[in-house]
């Protein structure tokens, strides 16, 4: 304030910076180690986008340096607590509630947001789509637009694998595990498998879905 003298204010402030490096090194922990971490070469330029996008990456933003990685490089991803999805790159320990908020709220700070929208609240796995939602806010929250849906990166990660295993055993239709895993609705739940690039065929009246395995 004000009314403070310059030598306790910036005592104060000297404080508060200190506090705040601190509480972000230690909820992003993860993010820190693998700027650190001793990487070169195509795994130090997806170590690189990861931190930029502060632990989310989508996977075809690394399409030229996935091409060139060595089996250890896959390992030393591995060793960071890196996962490779079918559609993004991620670190899952940033996806708990507590990391995912504080780097989503770093994100609007940055970009100077008039108004820093609330995070997802802790235990969704999926929210309605919002268009006053910035995507890549949710983004580094953890979640990708997918259909109606903002889904979060691991859930669509595990989604895809029951859909391709599903897939391989003809036309399927959707039940109560899809739904309790996206945590959505039925008509939600069409708009995600249209997105994702399921065909819709309709038999004696039931709604199947089948996808190209290729």
Same mark, same amino acid.
């Given at each position: 304030g004000d009314l403070l003298k310059q030598p306790v204010a910036q005592k104060i402030e000297k404080r508060l910076k200190e506090w705040l490096e601190n509480h972000i090194g230690f909820v992003l922990k993860p993010l820190f180690k693998i700027r650190n971490a001793p990487l070169i070469g195509a795994v130090r330029g997806i170590s690189f986008q990861l931190v930029q +996008?502060?632990?989310?990456? %989508?996977?075809?933003?690394?399409?030229?340096?996935?091409k060139v990685l060595?089996?250890?490089d896959y390992s030393a991803l591995r060793r960071l607590g890196v996962k490779i999805g079918r559609q993004d790159?991620?670190?899952p320990a940033l996806l708990k509630p507590k990391a995912a908020g504080l780097a989503a709220l770093l994100w609007a700070v940055f970009q100077e947001l +008039?108004?820093?929208?609330? %995070?997802?609240p802790p235990g969704r796995v999926s929210l309605p789509m919002d268009a006053a939602l910035p995507?890549?806010?949710c983004r580094v929250a953890g979640f990708r637009q997918t259909g109606p849906l903002f889904l979060r990166v691991d859930i669509l990660e595990r989604l895809l694998g029951l859909i391709r295993r599903r897939a391989s055993e003809g036309p399927f239709a959707v039940d109560a595990e899809l739904l309790n895993l996206a945590g959505c609705t039925s008509v939600e739940m069409e708009g995600v498998f249209i997105a994702l690039g399921c065909n819709v065929d309709v038999r004696n009246g039931e709604t199947l879905?089948?996808?190209s395995l290729r």
């Open positions: +996008g502060l632990g989310v990456l %989508p996977k075809n933003a690394a399409g030229r340096q996935l060595a089996k250890e790159i991620y670190m +008039g108004e820093v929208p609330s %995070p997802p995507l890549d806010f879905y089948n996808k």
